[in-house]
């Protein structure tokens, strides 16, 4: 009976709520956080690396952005998921290390890895098929993307990424960033094009030792 | 498929989330159209960072290939004890100033006691404005005006047979 009362009382701790652990949490029992954290853990990882390709600090900024969420949590409100305020803070966490890196925008072309100039061959001369299965198995693909990112203001970036992997509407990153609407369609617009310049002079600098 | 509904599905293609069907006639129309192909060429170069699986999701196990190597990426933190990544970049930078305090540091001392070490008079202007008559009469000889001890020689009159100037003002 005690074990299967146990086995209950687990069982509802197992279901517990965002909120219910939230309401845990600001009542002092702090433990209750980790179990918030494991349940959020791989999709902030995920989304620092989408920012950040170095594994080092893709840990650090998770962890960055736990410590701040449980240090604010008093200020998260119910009318919105758990989930949606915690992917703020840390849009906001690696919004703020791009600002304090400020990278310049890199010139892509000039310092090419070998291995990144590999790729580059292949995306010129492979067929779309190959293109993406030999992506998923290359870390320079990967590193070149992210330097491709690197050529983007951290507001484009930030923009970029909540776009098109967290698949955010233009409202939605305006609410998450504390921008306004206009602000993110123009920079949204701009990142693009930069991009897409970036990635046709890399492409046509590796056509022109092609032809060489 | 035309050219519009290509390019829609760049991101589906990318993420293999396209049927059969619909990917072999996406394949067949960037096969003949340059456009498209080349818009996928430049797509290509830049959705790995936002259309493909993350190291979370693929568990790190992506490759380095170089030439002809095949090089599993190691994860770069292996013992967890020593900083690294954004920790390590805090303390390079906490070093960077113990070191330009430390040379601060020295570089005062040093000057302070090469000051205090110095033979010559000191605060010779300080002394001129704080100083009594007799004092700042002496200022105005030959020899105690204001920057003679600055400059660290004794000052001459020009036209005693000392200084050996007087052919240069003979005429």
């Not at chain 1, 949490?25 to 494991?38: D, K, P």
């Not at chain 1, 999709?43 to 893709?58: G, I, N, T």
């Not at chain 1, 067929?127 to 983007?152: C, M, N, S, Y």
């Not at chain 2, 100033?97 to 010779?124: C, K």
Request: net charge neutral.
């Amino acid at each position: 009976m005690l074990a299967l009362a146990t086995r209950m009382g687990l069982g509802s701790q197992a279901v517990r709520t965002d909120e219910e652990l939230i309401a845990e949490v600001l009542a002092g029992q702090t433990a209750a956080f980790a179990e918030l954290a494991s349940r959020y853990r791989d999709k902030v990882d995920r989304l620092c690396q989408r920012f950040f390709s170095d594994r080092e600090m893709v840990r650090d900024l998770a962890q960055e952005s736990f410590i701040r969420a449980f240090a604010g949590l008093s200020t998260y409100r119910a009318e919105m998921p758990f989930g949606g305020w915690l992917r703020a803070v840390v849009a906001n966490v690696c919004y703020d290390e791009l600002r304090r890196r400020q990278r310049k925008p890199e010139e892509l072309v000039a310092d090419f890895a070998a291995a990144e100039y590999n790729w580059v061959q292949l995306v010129s001369e492979a067929t779309p098929e190959e293109i993406v299965g030999a992506a998923e198995q290359r870390q320079e693909a990967h590193d070149l993307a992210h330097r491709l990112l690197d050529a983007l203001r951290p507001e484009d970036r930030t923009i970029m990424i909540l776009k098109e992997t967290e698949e955010l509407s233009v409202s939605e990153i305006a609410q998450t960033m504390g921008w306004s609407e206009a602000k993110v369609k123009i920079r949204a617009f701009r990142a693009r094009q930069v991009m897409r310049k970036h990635a046709e002079r890399i492409l046509a600098a590796r056509r022109a030792q092609a032809v060489r | 498929m035309n050219c519009f509904e290509a390019r829609k599905e760049f991101v589906a293609f990318w993420r293999r989330q396209m049927p059969p069907l619909a990917r072999a006639a996406f394949s067949e129309h960037l096969g003949g159209c340059p456009r498209c192909d080349h818009s996928f060429r430049v797509f290509a170069l830049s959705a790995p960072a936002l259309h493909s699986e993350t190291d979370a999701e693929t568990g790190g196990a992506r490759a380095h290939r170089s030439g002809g190597l095949h090089v599993v990426a190691a994860p770069a933190h292996r013992d967890g004890s020593a900083p690294t990544g954004r920790r390590r970049a805090k303390l390079d930078r906490l070093f960077s100033w113990r070191d330009a305090g430390a040379v601060i540091a020295v570089a005062t001392a040093a000057s302070l006691a090469l000051y205090f070490a110095s033979a010559t008079p000191r605060a010779v202007f300080e002394d001129a404005l704080t100083g009594s008559a007799s004092e700042l009469a002496n200022y105005n000889t030959p020899t105690g005006v204001f920057g003679q001890e600055l400059l660290g020689s004794e000052l001459q009159d020009p036209l005693s047979p000392e200084s050996g100037l007087q052919d240069d003002f003979a005429g």
